[in-house]
């Protein structure tokens, strides 16, 4: 066996996109059996620097999240510009986007997915780290989430 | 808050849909730096009592999965019948398709997600226990699957 080569490969939070987030977090929160929780919004793109496909973005969302043990099940309603996450709901309606990992060293582990056909997306900086999503489609199945925390 | 109403809402799983088993199975053990698992197939009708719609299905599925932490990371390739594995894989291609939950008292908790707008969409027996589909797609934004271990 082989060290694993993203340092970590826990499951932290599996994202959902949706077009409604205030109906969606209610289900959510009627079914588990959980407090509704805080709707946020994310910074704007002065803060975030978002890029998509390698270009700024204005793209902002939704985000609600239900923490679940080890796994925290976010959902993502997508706003404004161009996004990984307008794309998936114009093409996909609501549905599972990402299975997210915590990584440290954010640019070593986006240059070894790339490396392996696992091209970045969409990066964006948030108070206190930085994501980036990895189109895992023709490889693993699946978008990845880099989250480093500082 | 009230009482977790499926009386679990750790995620333990997360299910991808395939076109081609081998080559996902081998592209996440190379880029997770995790062993490759061995691949199986789901048993025969007679022994999974599998329904698809209410109906009895043929449907039979490659399944590989990767251990990491508390979540198991399932592949599942669709073969033989209508299955909701291959409703997905051909309308969405390879994608995220469901998250799971462990649960005790596999009726009571059908029923009880019947009740919220969260249909059963297939069920199946497996040595030691049985799984259920629910189609939470309208109220959710996911496939939840229930899983029964005796």
Redesign the interface.
Known sequence: ??????GN???TQ?G???RDIEI?AR??S??????MPNIIITDTVDKTQAEYNGKPTTARAKLAF?H????T?E?IEPIDGPSTWKDQLDQ????????AFEIKGMKEKIAY?DS???PLVQRGEYTGGRYAYLDG?A????VLELLEND
Chains 1, 2 share one sequence.
Request: proline share 4%; net charge negative; glycine share 10%.
């Open positions: 066996m082989t060290e694993p080569t993203l490969n826990i499951v599996v959902i996109i949706v969606k289900a959510w009627e079914i588990l059996g959980l407090p239900f679940t043990g080890q796994v099940i959902l996909h309606s609501d549905s599972l986007h990402h299975i997915l392996k056909g696992v489609g490889q693993l199945g699946t």
